[in-house]
């Protein structure tokens, strides 16, 4: 493992990559998570990559993706719904921190999606603001209906891709960024059995 920083969209993907395969196999190197690298980063930070993902407890994304302290900018909401404070982090990580990756996270067995569909399908209604976050995945689960998705992964799949393509058209900073190669954005889903996380959509990086 090397400590020298990605420069490029690609590298900051795959150096991410290689980190989710090693917690899926159980071969953790925990870099950057000892009393050195807490000190080296407490003038300044300089992740490299811009993490937006849902709050779910079983995704802590140093974990699984086995980084450490000043590595990601992480933004998190139920469902990974998006409005203008999450858009201004996440233009924050961009355009100020200067991360070359913005990665969208959605993962399996999604509370905020199977309510969602629950809305959809029967009516079912969420007290208080709950009923926001649900609004928001409803139109992904729309979506998915519309294109004849049936199956759980395929709702998650929609909803990341929709979620990546709602920051490319709402955040101007954030398409110029991608359009200049200086960023890139994809969207990843993740399984919470296995820990594995795979590439759903992508602007400016492959999956090599």
Known sequence: MTDAAPSTPQEAFDLLMAGNRR?????????HQDAARRAEIAPVQSPFAVL???????LAAEIIFDRGLGDLFVVRTAGHVAGPEVLGSIEYGVSILECPLVVVLGHDACGAVAAARAAVEDGTTAPGYVRDVIEQVTHSVLAARAAGVREDDDFIAEHVRHSVDFLMDRSRELSEQVAAGRTAVVGLSYRLADGSARLVTSHGVSAG
């Open 23 to 31: 917690f899926a196999a159980g071969t953790q190197e925990h870099p």
């Open 52 to 58: 937006f993902g849902c709050s779910d407890s079983r």
